[in-house]
């Protein structure tokens, strides 16, 4: 699957942008979370135009599919936003386009193994495997991964077998509330958590076509930029720490500098740390300025999937 950033940095501001379009019943919202320093304010969410298709970046693949089964694939543009008209090319010959909900429903070629997707006119390649159909039959609904943390702006996959291949045919509730499903297949989701979700600990149930999985518990945490404000002058080391909310354990996460000209991000592009744990739980990356101007750093959570954790179980 495809990794965009949960947020970015520029001088003093971190945002968390994802992206909801309301289609019928579905969600239409884009909502903004800034962050200046540790004070946090969020923006209303107004309905507006769909997003130029020539403003497409990230192409959202099922990890896995099924030969001759339904899947759903999503295309974003630069900020999180769902964009439709997007044409979509396979390695195969195949050709779709994402129709007004920023998604596209497709059947999965015939013949198992890896084929890779791409935005039309732009670079980079989104691999997915195509599994056997006996490999991938189920009769109920089985969630074999998910991740143990997850990010409350950042999507997160899950992984199993008997999913709906249609997205919307898959019902998402964690702690109570709806989430998006942005792209699937019968052995995988990619879903967005529920805009409201509060940090911490969530049980999180899937259904679909009268099927059931248990519920298991995913903790979910929300990420904060603390930095000095003042203007970077080439030369100067800037300290950038990252707060955790929503658990006290250590926590990965990836910096990556996507304003190279302007500041160095010290240990590399893209570089990982962890937090530090405990109740304060910190993380620290640190740039160097190069020359005058606004740099960018993004931030997102990297994620980690094992076998799923039962509700109620520390």
């Known amino acids: 699957m495809f990794a965009a950033s949960l947020g970015c940095f520029r001088g003093v501001a971190f945002s968390a942008r994802i992206a909801r379009m309301f289609i019928g019943r579905r969600a239409a919202a884009i909502p903004f979370a800034f962050l200046s320093a540790v004070v946090f304010a969020s923006e209303t969410a107004v309905p507006q135009s769909p997003p130029a298709a020539s403003g497409a970046r990230i192409l959202l693949l099922p990890r896995r599919i099924v030969s001759g089964e339904r899947a759903t694939l999503a295309v974003l543009d630069v900020d999180g936003r769902l964009t439709p008209g997007v044409t979509v090319n396979f390695s195969n010959g195949d050709r779709l386009k994402t129709d007004a909900t920023g998604r596209a429903l497709f059947v ?91 940090p911490g600990p969530a049980e999180v149930g899937i259904s679909c076509a009268k099927r059931q999985s248990p519920a298991f518990s995913v903790t ?35 910096a990556r500098n996507l304003a190279p000209e302007i500041a160095e991000l010290t240990g590399g592009n893209p570089v990982r740390a962890s937090s530090s744990g405990s109740a304060e739980n910190l993380g620290k990356f640190e740039v160097v300025g190069r020359k005058n101007g606004s740099f960018l750093i993004s931030i997102r959570l990297v994620p980690s999937l094992g076998r799923p954790q039962p509700v109620n179980t520390p």
């Open 108 to 198: 999965a070629p015939l013949n198992p193994g890896v084929i890779f997707g791409s935005i039309a006119g732009r670079p980079g390649q989104v691999p997915t495997v195509i599994l056997s159909p006996g490999g991938a039959a189920s009769d109920s609904l089985e969630v074999s991964s998910a991740p143990r943390v997850a990010s409350l702006a950042d999507r997160f996959e899950i992984l199993g077998k008997g999913f709906c291949g249609d997205a919307d045919a898959n019902q998402v509730a964690i702690a109570g509330q709806p989430a998006m499903v942005l792209a699937s297949s019968p052995t995988a989701l990619v879903v967005l958590p529920p805009q409201d979700l509060q």
């Open 220 to 254: 979910f945490v929300g990420l904060e930029l603390e930095a000095d404000s003042s203007p970077l002058k080439p030369g100067e080391h800037r300290a950038l720490t990252v707060r955790v909310r929503g658990t006290t354990a250590k926590v990965t996460f990836e």
